[in-house]
């Protein structure tokens, strides 16, 4: 089949590339007091404390292997054009500038020259200018002519700060990077997990930067997510992967459920519906991800549900020895009421003692409520029985 000549796959790759890299660099070894940042002055910035760029990287990503990045070719010559066009990155002692790819770049040119072995800024920079005299591609021809009509003193000191950074890893290794400069932090065990947890709050940040919803970021800023994140893999705790949004469900389609009947029963009103559906398929999808991420084993949860009901069990116990005889409809659902409140907040509860966020304890009472395990209305078993029987007619 014929290649899509439309397709914008390589484009779309080469932000997401950007992105990543952003990431890359922030596991790299470094001052803390620096500002990382995305698409501001460059692609990749680096600033001190009073905002002035330190470094500005060029990040270039293509598809394929074999292609090497040549003195002539277009994406160096539109490298050039944005320095050009920045008249602070003119002048010698400005920011260094990067220009970071996946391609090779042959020895006996000029980029080869401008990486940090074996620098001849001198040789590079006439390499650079006999390229622009020399090449007759109508792409870079404006660039060129450009280059060429910049002084030759300010010539020089652009080249003097421009490092190659060649031959990086592709999109789809920038993973297995950050897990390499990150080696000695992760959790023997759960690399994978926690990788894909640190990646995950990256994409988060990235999209913060992107919208200018923050400053930057700096070293520190990641390493103190990943403390957080050792303390949420310890054996104490659990990582959270399935967010708050990940699990909407519509209202409707829920109102048959034995555990909605149970919650209607004692009059807990559509908002706590809405919230139970939530946190039950939240519950369900986190118990799914640590499953599958060999963070928890069947036995524990089972356990787990098991001391839930035997809790249960008890304050069910408790509150019907607390009903009279001839407690009333409106009694009975204002006990029923109170239990489920304790429910909701019993922290005995937790699947492990380090876990901040109850949302997996109200999912699974959901679930056991559901599967007519447990119960908050004082005759809940009666009333499930006669539903059942309804259902059966």
Same mark, same amino acid.
């Given at each position: ?38 698409? /501001? ?22 598809? &394929?292997? &074999?292609?090497?990045?040549? *003195? ?23 920011? !260094?500038?990067?220009?970071? /790819?996946?391609?090779?770049? #042959?020895?006996? =040119? ?5 990486? +940090?072995?074996? %620098? ?9 200018? @006999? ?11 404006? /660039? ?14 652009? /080249?003097?700060?421009? $490092? ?49 919803? %923050? ?15 050792? *303390? ?21 389609? +829920? ?14 009103? @559509?908002? !706590? !519906? ?6 039950? $398929? ?14 928890? @084993? ?5 356990? $787990?549900? +098991? ?43 937790? !699947?492990? #003692? =380090? ?21 908050? +209305? #004082? ?15």
């Amino acid at each position: 089949m014929a290649a899509n000549q439309h397709s914008a796959a390589g484009q779309a790759l080469g932000y997401v590339y950007q992105v990543g890299w952003g990431l890359l660099e922030l596991a790299r070894p470094g001052p803390d007091e620096h500002w990382l940042r995305l698409e /501001t002055v460059d692609d990749v910035s680096w600033h001190d404390d009073a905002g002035d760029a330190i470094s500005l990287l060029q990040i270039k990503h293509h598809l &394929g292997a &074999g292609s090497s990045l040549a *003195d002539m070719h277009v994406d160096v010559w539109r490298t050039v054009q944005i320095w050009l066009d920045d008249p602070s990155l003119l002048q010698a002692g400005g920011p !260094l500038l990067c220009l970071v /790819t996946t391609q090779s770049v #042959p020895a006996d =040119g000029a980029l080869a020259r401008l990486n +940090h072995s074996g %620098r001849d800024v001198g040789r590079a920079l006439q390499l650079l200018n @006999e390229a622009a005299e020399e090449s007759t591609n109508k792409q870079t021809e404006a /660039t060129r002519a450009a280059w060429l009509a910049t002084p030759s003193g300010v010539r020089e000191a652009i /080249t003097e700060r421009v $490092y190659v950074i060649a031959d990086q890893a592709p999109a789809q290794n920038l993973r297995d990077e950050v897990r390499s400069l990150l080696s000695n932090a992760l959790p023997v065990g759960r690399e994978d997990a926690f990788i894909e947890a640190l990646t995950g709050w990256w994409w988060r940040v990235g999209i913060d930067l992107l919208r200018g919803n %923050r400053r930057g970021i700096r070293r520190i800023d990641l390493r103190l997510k990943i403390d957080d994140l050792r *303390d949420q893999f310890s054996s104490r705790s659990l990582p959270i992967t399935v967010g708050r949004d990940a699990q909407e469900r519509s209202l409707d389609d +829920h109102r048959d459920r034995v555990f909605a009947h149970q919650l209607d029963w004692i009059g807990a009103g @559509e908002d !706590l !519906l809405v919230a139970a559906i939530r946190d039950y $398929y939240r519950a369900y999808a986190q118990a799914q991800a640590w499953v599958e991420g060999a963070m928890v @084993e069947l036995s524990e949860l089972s356990e $787990y549900e +098991h001391r839930v009901v035997e809790e249960w069990e008890m304050q069910f116990g408790l509150m019907k020895a607390s009903l009279g005889e001839d407690a009333s409809e409106g009694d009975l659902r204002q006990a029923g009421m109170r239990l489920f409140g304790k429910a909701m907040n019993q922290s005995p509860a937790l !699947l492990r #003692p =380090g876990m901040t966020d109850a949302f997996f304890s109200r999912g699974t009472h959901h679930r056991l409520a559901d599967e007519r395990r447990m119960g908050w +209305h #004082p005759e809940f078993a009666q009333r499930l029985e006669a539903l059942l029987q309804s259902r059966a007619s």
